[in-house]
């Protein structure tokens, strides 16, 4: 399978980098989302990323002007799969709305087309039946900030054909990411299987009152040598996908405390438009969170 046309569906922070990342590497790229307010911003975040590639990759202006070249914005389904070889989708964590994205996909794109959900908790057996191709579906899941943190956890359901999942190993290391192929179904994958556990500790002792975020990635931070705290990744990962995340989880498990955490990123979070990264807003304010100022761990 020769994959030279990928479109990317979902505009916010890691859409955008997905397809970034994707063009950055000689691939052609197209960026579909249903909020044009969302595609007028993508643009915007596609210049700050060409600054971050040249300050952190070295990369030149004019590798960063040809990358932007192999970039196409749609809010049409069907006009930005038509060339598909790959569809990469990174919209919202919620069931419901994945199912009707792929019912919808699945009657636009080429038979051509491999599906990939970056879902990162969902199970692609989800949603296979959805899509109307189950063995060319499979979960392509990329770590935020994707031109740093390179890694790509590929995971197919029972019916992924191995051809397609060979495949996506092979185009996720052609776009410069470490591939880490997974032999089974796992919520969480791998690295979120690590991370999760470890977000909710941090919640929880916010939740009762123990220390403030900044106190809480203070110590992470210093105590580790991390560059970042728990709540420096919610606002990076998005408290959207983490209140989605969060109660989802509640609405399985009946955890108490999970439906608590997800109650006060709805009210304190969600309801007030402080999303993270994306909005400007979330634990922190942006683009000068303050983390990142020199006097954080005095």
């Known amino acids: 399978m020769d994959i030279q046309h990928v479109t990317v569906f979902g505009a916010g922070v890691l859409g955008s980098q997905i397809a970034f990342q994707t063009a950055f590497h000689q691939f052609n790229v197209t960026i579909c989302d249903i909020s044009n307010d969302q595609l007028h911003k993508v643009s915007h975040r596609f ?6 590639y040249k300050r952190d990759l070295g990369a030149s202006q004019a ?6 070249q192999r970039l196409t914005c749609s809010s049409e389904m069907a006009e930005a799969v038509r060339h598909a070889d790959l569809a990469i989708e990174a919209i919202p964590e919620d069931v419901q709305q994945k199912k009707e994205f792929y019912l919808e996909l699945g009657q636009v794109a080429p038979a051509k087309t491999i599906f990939a959900t970056n879902s990162s908790t969902l199970l692609p057996s989800q949603f296979a039946k959805e ?6 579906f499979l979960a392509l899941h990329f770590a935020n900030e994707i031109w740093k943190n390179n890694t790509a956890e590929i995971m197919g359901h029972a ?11 092979d185009f996720a290391k052609a776009i410069g990411m470490l591939a880490i192929p997974i032999h089974k179904e796992q919520p969480g994958y ?9 977000l909710r500790a ?3 002792l916010y939740l009762k009152g123990i220390a403030d975020p900044e106190t809480i990635d203070k110590t992470w931070m210093k105590a580790t040598g991390a560059p970042k705290g728990p709540f420096a990744i919610y606002d990076m990962v998005g408290l959207t996908t983490a209140y989605n995340i969060t109660k989802l989880n509640a609405d399985k498990t009946g955890d108490r405390i999970l439906q ?3 109650q006060t990123l709805k009210e304190r979070f969600i309801d007030q438009g402080k999303l993270g990264v994306l909005t400007g807003e979330g634990f922190y304010t942006y683009p000068n969170p303050a983390y990142q100022q020199p006097d954080f761990l005095h």
């Open 131 to 136: 899509t109307g191709r189950p063995d060319c």
């Open 190 to 198: 791998v690295l979120n299987t690590l991370l999760m556990p470890f």
């Open 63 to 68: 590798a960063i002007d040809a990358t932007l």
């Open 47 to 52: 210049m700050e990323l060409g600054d971050l």
């Open 159 to 169: 019916g992924t054909d191995p051809g397609t999942f060979n495949a996506v190993v």
């Open 260 to 262: 608590r955490a997800a």
């Open 202 to 204: 941090a919640l929880e």
